[in-house]
Nanobody, 125 residues
Framework: QVQLVESGGGLVQAGGSLRLSCAAS????????MGWYRQAPGKQRELVAG???????NYADSVKGRFTISRDNAKNTVYLQMNSLKPEDTAIYYC???????????????????WGQGTQVTVSS
């Protein structure tokens, strides 16, 4: 089984910074793309940033220049450094792994579309 656990959320004033972490646990051999999504009240979940195993990144236009995604493949962990936070960044942030190759029973298989439980980020004005 594969589990994703986020940490690092909290309450911060506008202009402040937070760093989110997401660690994948299990007997993992590789993780393809890891990403951060967010969902604000009354809105759909949206992609914030993604990063491939090789380190190629992409960002939502709304966070470009303010957020930085990175990962440590040896630790199966992805990070999101959020700077210059705005009240509109307030949301629950979710970690996602699109394809995880990990142990299952006596063998290994791909686990698709794994999600963390989410961490709340609140930015006050």
């Amino acid at each position: 089984q594969v589990q994703l656990v986020e940490s690092g959320g909290g309450l911060v004033q506008a202009g402040g910074s937070l760093r989110l972490s997401c660690a994948a646990s299990g007997s993992i051999l590789s993780i393809n793309v890891m990403g951060w999504y967010r969902q604000a009240p009354g809105k759909q979940r949206e992609l914030v940033a993604g990063i491939t195993y090789e380190g190629t990144t992409n960002y939502a236009d709304s966070v470009k220049g303010r957020f930085t995604i990175s990962r440590d493949n040896a630790k199966n962990t992805v990070y999101l450094q959020m700077n210059s936070l705005k009240p509109e960044d307030t949301a629950i942030y979710y970690c996602n792994a699109d394809k995880v190759f990990a142990k299952s029973g006596s063998g290994y298989r791909n686990f698709f579309d794994s999600w963390g439980q989410g961490t709340q980020v609140t930015v006050s004005s």
